[in-house]
């Protein structure tokens, strides 16, 4: 049994997010035991002297960690590591991830789009942070879990997109494997310039987008003026020029069935703001929020998050910081 435990485990994470880590775990009650830390990668010593780390021990949901391994250990060249990975009882010949500490953060090797791994699958992953510094990991997929190395889709941004937005959308949709379609639509508070609209009608959705503020001219070019002429032919973007306070089921007709935002308030405003739109627009099954933090160590009230969107009706629910992210989370809930 020994074989497959392991006393440490290790976490890769957003540069000058390690002491919100460290705090998650301690609000968590989980017991482990700071062991080793270096920037975007901290390690964790195992509770108690008859407690081990198995790869069953990586489910719990660290909204700080991109990525979580079963320590393997450290060693002073690339094959040595992936040496310890390959000899692994656990390794069934899976994918290999290459993360490096470079350009001041945590970040793959290797730019091409990998496939999807099915859930289960046993993954490797070698950190290297210098000549002769490189600690191997195992993980296993699981739903809700990037598919990327170290949880970085090194997705890039198109030249006409007006704002990062669309970066973290991107990158949302695909470390959580979000399922939508043209069949979809989303109403977006917080919505200027557009950067999510851009990214939403690129993949054929129609969107409302709330805010008061003037929109980029790439997503001006699928406008309509009324929502009850929406066409049934082509994506749309329908602007309701007023704060989301304001914003009322007329503006919303029918059919909404996401609600996102990307608001600069808090996480309190932003949840209740949801709570009356999915009082508007019952069939709204999923709802995708960027929580802007003042401090990343409020990470330690996401329960207070999770109970409000609990509240309404929401029974899945995760909390990410993603790779693309400085002080925010993103917040995924779905019925």
Not at 2 to 18: K, V
Request: charged residues 25%; contains cysteine.
């Amino acid at each position: 049994m020994r074989a497959i435990e392991s006393e440490y485990i290790f976490a890769l994470t957003n540069t000058g997010s390690e002491r919100a880590l460290k705090l998650e775990v301690e609000t968590m009650g989980l017991g482990w035991r700071l062991s080793y830390q270096r920037r975007g990668f901290v390690t964790f010593k195992k509770p108690s002297s008859n407690c081990y780390f198995s790869l069953c021990s990586l489910d719990h949901p660290l909204a700080c960690a991109r990525r979580l391994c079963l320590s393997l250990g450290k060693s002073a060249t690339p094959e040595d590591a992936e040496g310890k990975i390959k000899l692994h009882p656990a390794y069934c010949g899976g994918p290999i991830h290459q993360v490096k500490f470079a350009n001041r953060k945590m970040e793959r090797m290797s730019g091409e789009t990998l496939e999807r791994p099915k859930t289960g699958d046993c993954i490797g992953t070698v950190v290297e942070f210098g000549p002769e510094e490189y600690w191997a990991g195992l993980h296993l997929h699981s739903p809700y879990l990037s598919p990327d190395p170290g949880g970085d889709s090194s997705i890039v941004m198109p030249e006409k997109s007006p704002s990062r937005a669309w970066l973290k959308l991107e990158e949302a949709v695909r470390f959580f494997d979000l399922d939508l379609s043209p069949k979809d639509i989303v109403v977006e508070l917080g919505c200027a310039p557009g950067g999510v609209v851009l990214a939403l009608l690129q993949r054929g959705i129609s969107v409302i987008g709330v805010d008061p503020a003037q929109m980029a001219p790439v997503v001006l070019e699928s406008a309509i003026l009324e929502r009850r002429y929406a066409p049934l032919d082509r994506p749309w973007f329908y602007h309701c020029c007023k704060p989301a306070a304001l914003a009322g089921k007329r503006d919303l007709g029918k059919g909404v069935t996401w609600f996102m935002s990307d608001m600069n308030q808090s996480p309190a405003v932003v949840i209740k703001e949801c709570e009356r739109f999915c009082k508007m627009s019952p069939n709204i099954c999923g709802v995708l929020i960027t929580l802007k933090l003042t401090d990343l160590s409020q990470v330690v009230e996401k329960q207070q998050w999770f109970d409000g969107l609990s509240a309404i009706g929401f029974t899945h629910i995760r909390l990410q910081q993603l790779s693309v992210h400085h002080k925010e989370f993103t917040l995924l809930a779905l019925r």
